[in-house]
């Protein structure tokens, strides 16, 4: 049984190949997912960015080939607001087989008013948590034909300090917009680490992992024009705090890790080495009130019931 930190080393900037296979990116096109696609793309894989803005993945599929030779990039229209679009989506692949989603993209609202998705759906806990449940279950058949495929939730440190209100899942009764973001943040961790309690128990081959980048500033991001920006007066003023947290593109590490390490195993959590904040990535204990199964066994199926999805997710 590994320890919490795995005893083999792992080296950041020299990736195992990836080559022949084919993964998935929720939001690849800017933010800790832009990273990820970019570092995965490094390591030889054919990367998908899922978005549902095309001159944003355009923009991030251009900028990803001017630093990777020869990277294999493209772009997947995908809104995960608009619960009704997914299976066009997955269709869309054009693949027989899927050897990892990265759930990444999300939404973070600072302004006050509450807003909804397509379906009605409160728009964090809709997008962040509920598009990605349905999603998994669309590509269930192509993960589930992989050789060992993967489903990779990107978390938050913000969901430590949260609870999930089981009674009001989509903050109808007192919307806080840092709340609910940290809400439909722990939201998707426990359904990271359920879904793979269940394929444990289906016997599936895929994985389901948890990760999260720890504190990721863009002001502390290397620029990627015109993707992201990051002027010397930004990085200057943003130096103390690099004694605490770290750019996106260190911040994909966790998330990296645990798409391509092959000793990482289903159920566990991978975050910063450094208090879960900075540094390079590491297996961490997986919080109380994230491993919950009587709570996570309820989200799942009030997910369900809002998302209208099959019991199983397609996972039999």
Known sequence: MPSLSSRRSWDVHRLPSAEGRIFLVTGGNAGIGYFVAEQLAGAGALVVLGSRDRAKADAAIASIRSRVSGARVRHLPLDLADLSSLKAAADGLGSDRLDAVVHNAGVALDDPPRRETTDGHELMFGTNHLGHFALTQWLAPLLSAAPAGRVVTVGSFAARSERLDLGDLQSTRDYQPKRTYGRSKLAQMCFGFELDRRL???????????????????????????????????????????????????????????????????????????????????????????????????LWSLSGELAGTDPHLGFR
């Open 200 to 298: 444990r128990a289906a016997g599936s081959t895929v994985l389901s992992v948890v990760a999260h980048p720890g504190g990721a500033l863009d002001s502390l991001t290397p620029s990627r024009p015109p993707v992201t920006v990051t002027t010397a007066g930004e990085r200057l003023r943003a130096l103390p705090s690099a004694l605490l947290v770290q750019g996106k593109d260190a911040g994909a590490w966790p998330v990296v890790r645990a798409v391509l390490d092959p000793e990482v195993r289903g159920g566990q959590l991978w975050g910063p080495r450094v208090f879960g904040l900075r540094g390079l990535p590491r297996r961490e204990p997986v919080p109380s009130h994230m491993a919950d199964p009587a709570v996570a066994a309820r």
